[in-house]
Nanobody, 125 residues
Framework: VQLQASGGGLVQAGGSLRLSCVVS????????MAWFRQAPGKEREFVAS????????YYADSVKGRFTISRDNAKNTVALQMNTLKPEDTAVYYC???????????????????WGQGTLVTVSS
């Protein structure tokens, strides 16, 4: 199973970015998907998750109302729309899948068994 994240870049505060993650080697239609991020010198933290059908989502308080996670099971992809970006959103963003769980409430990195390589998001003030 391979996950390929893309869409990161440099954006000014208040701007938007859309991250995408393509999964190959396994269908994600029964699996939870999530985005995590890791800023320099900090631990990897949960950002958002989505259940197998896309009808249930869960967000970290720090991004609630600004970020939206979505998925397209037909294309084996998950996306993260990030609006009203802040400098504190600067981090490497990782997509992950939990192939043993289809819900949306898994927020710990150890609950996810496959990870993408990460895409860097830099928000300038």
């Amino acid at each position: 199973v391979q996950l390929q994240a893309s869409g990161g870049g440099l954006v000014q505060a208040g701007g938007s970015l859309r991250l995408s993650c393509v999964v190959s080697g396994r269908t994600i239609s029964n699996s939870a998907m999530a985005w995590f991020r890791q800023a320099p010198g900090k631990e990897r933290e949960f950002v958002a998750s989505i259940n197998w059908s896309g009808k249930s989502t869960y967000y970290a308080d720090s991004v609630k109302g600004r970020f939206t996670i979505s998925r397209d099971n037909a294309k084996n992809t998950v996306a993260l729309q990030m609006n009203t970006l802040k400098p504190e959103d600067t981090a490497v963003y990782y997509c992950a899948t939990n192939t043993n769980y289809g819900g949306s409430y898994a927020t710990a990195p150890r609950q996810y068994d496959y990870w993408g390589q990460g895409t860097l998001v830099t928000v300038s003030s």
